[in-house]
Structure formats: C-alpha cells, structure tokens
C-alpha cells in the first residue's frame, strides 16, 4: 500500500530565512502526482504546489519550491524568504487510483512549521 | 469559478443523536467528491469517495455512510453517534484526471459530547 511519511513533527524558521520540510512515499506506480498542502489555524486546506512524477524539472511555485527524487521516492518542500503568514501545518500528498475509479490523496501526518520574528 | 461550500462550520451532537453534514460544488459538472476526517493533531483519513451519483465507495468501516442524491451534492451522515465520532469533517472535490489536485470545504468541527 502507499505510505506517506512526514518524520518532522514540527519546524522553526526564522522570518525571511529558508526552511526545507521533507516527505518520503512508498509506492510500486511509476505515474503518479505529489502535493504539498498548507493547513493554518483556520483549517482550511490549501494547494500550495503539485508535482507530476514523469517531469523532471521540479516545480516551483513564487517562494516554494520542491526536490524532487524520485528513484529516491522523496519530494521536499523548500520555502524562501519566510513569511509569519507561511507559519501553518503542511501535509505532504500522494495520488492513488482507485479501483473504482476516481482519486484518492493520502497524506502524511503533518509538519508544524513555526515561523519567528 | 468552482467553489465547495460545506455546512454546519461547528457542530456538537448528543451520543446517540443523527448527524448530517452537507456540501455542494457549484461551478463544475461530474466531480470527484470525497469526505475526509481529520483527528485532532493528525493527518486526513478518507471516509467515503464517489465518481457520480448513487455511486459511493467507503474506505473504512465506521458508523457513518455518505450519499450523493444530485451530481455536485454530497452528504456524510449517521443514525446514532458516538463519542469517536468526533473531530473535524472536510469535504473536497477534483475532476477526474486531477490535474488541480483537490479542493476543500472550509470544514465542520463536530463535537459529540
């Protein structure tokens, strides 16, 4: 089965300085489609950037960025210039199939990223 | 524009009592519709998907069931719930090839008490 793990429960960085959070996954698919989600104290889910396994060039979006690995099944996320708004719980996503046709995203267990003045 | 409306924002329900959570998507046709759980200080666990209507998939057995009666209408409900039953609710949409990743509802904290 896919697996997903977040192994950095929490995070600091200071405010306008760069933070790597990291994601690793499991999976026998050799297409599939990574996100990266923000969730601040409001709950709401956000997009935050997405990543097709059969591209190459890691994506990026404005101040994210991600590394992409994927013989090495890894798929960090890289904020720059830290912003106190960036200060939120960040889930790592995998695409699965499902036989019954649709999506499924399954999603690590989370990142608390805290950002300091 | 496509928007997903969820409702009610809190809820705090009797052990014992029914629940019904609603959300609608409105600026798109045949999504993927999904409920998602969410325990406190943890990750997403999906409940129930569906790729039209009447059509549900559940991924884990539970007291609660879902329902799709119109094509961007979907419902999480339960005859009777449990103390377990509690945490916050998210309902999200895609379309099929998911090239958007997925859009959530802005959530239902239950509370059973």
């Known amino acids: 089965a896919q697996t997903v793990t977040q192994s950095q429960p929490e995070m600091s960085v200071q405010e306008a300085e760069t933070v790597t959070l990291s994601c690793t996954y499991d999976t026998s698919e050799s297409d599939y489609y990574l996100f990266w989600y923000k969730q601040p104290p409001s709950r709401q889910m956000i997009l935050v950037i997405r990543?097709?396994?059969?591209?190459?060039q890691n994506a990026t979006e404005n101040r994210f960025s991600v590394n992409f690995q994927k013989a090495a099944k890894s798929f960090s996320l890289k904020i720059s210039d830290s912003q106190l708004g960036d200060a939120a719980m960040y889930f790592c996503a995998y695409r699965l199939i499902l036989t019954g046709g649709g999506n499924k995203l399954t999603f690590g267990t989370g990142t608390q990223l805290k950002v300091e003045l | 524009s496509q928007t997903i409306h969820q409702w009610p924002a809190t809820l705090v329900q009797p052990v014992g009592s029914p629940l019904s959570l609603e959300c609608t998507v409105e600026g798109t046709s045949n999504p993927n519709l999904y409920w998602y759980r969410q325990a406190a200080g943890r990750g997403l666990q999906l409940l129930f998907y569906s790729v039209g209507i009447g059509q549900i998939s559940s991924e884990v057995p539970q007291n609660l069931s879902a329902s799709r009666p119109q094509d961007r209408q979907f419902i999480l409900s339960s005859k009777k719930l449990l103390l377990s039953d509690s945490g916050f609710y998210l309902c999200?949409?895609?379309?099929?090839?998911?090239?958007?990743?997925?859009?959530f509802g802005s959530g239902t904290r239950l509370t059973v008490v």
């Open positions: 999200a949409w895609s379309s099929t090839s998911l090239l958007r990743g997925y859009t």
């Open positions: 990543q097709e396994a059969y591209k190459q």
